[in-house]
Nanobody, 123 residues
Framework: QVQLVESGGGLVQAGGSLRLSCAAS????????MGWFRQAPGKEREFAAA????????RYVDSVKGRFTISRDNAKNTVYLQMNSLKPEDTAVYYC????????????????WGQGTQVTVSS
């Protein structure tokens, strides 16, 4: 069992930055690939970024490439999402998720989810 707790969301002006954190419980964090997903009101949950177990491989949805950076610290059981040059269309609830062994873009393939943190970008 893995429990995930996100933090770091908030209200920011367009062009600003936020850093999301996701703290995981348990001693098996390094066996899980991690992903960040987001869900805007009235829309389906969508993939934003993912990182491999060791952190040496990352992937992003095209709309955030060059602006968002996913990273992890296995010693701290934490995954991060650095978000720069934020746009109003980035407004959503952001969720972190854990998937055993390998990262994926599909939400339903992930095993554990956090409760989400709200990110609001004003224009």
């Amino acid at each position: 069992q893995v429990q995930l707790v996100e933090s770091g969301g908030g209200l920011v002006q367009a062009g600003g930055s936020l850093r999301l954190s996701c703290a995981a419980s348990g001693r098996t964090f390094s066996t899980y690939a991690m992903g960040w997903f987001r869900q805007a009101p009235g829309k389906e949950r969508e993939f934003a970024a993912a990182i491999s177990r060791s952190g040496d491989s990352t992937r992003y949805v095209d709309s955030v490439k060059g602006r968002f950076t996913i990273s992890r610290d296995n010693a701290k059981n934490t995954v991060y999402l650095q978000m720069n040059s934020l746009k109003p269309e980035d407004t959503a609830v952001y969720y972190c998720a854990a998937r055993f062994l390998f990262p994926d873009n599909l939400p339903y393939s992930y095993d554990y989810w956090g409760q989400g943190t709200q990110v609001t970008v004003s224009s």
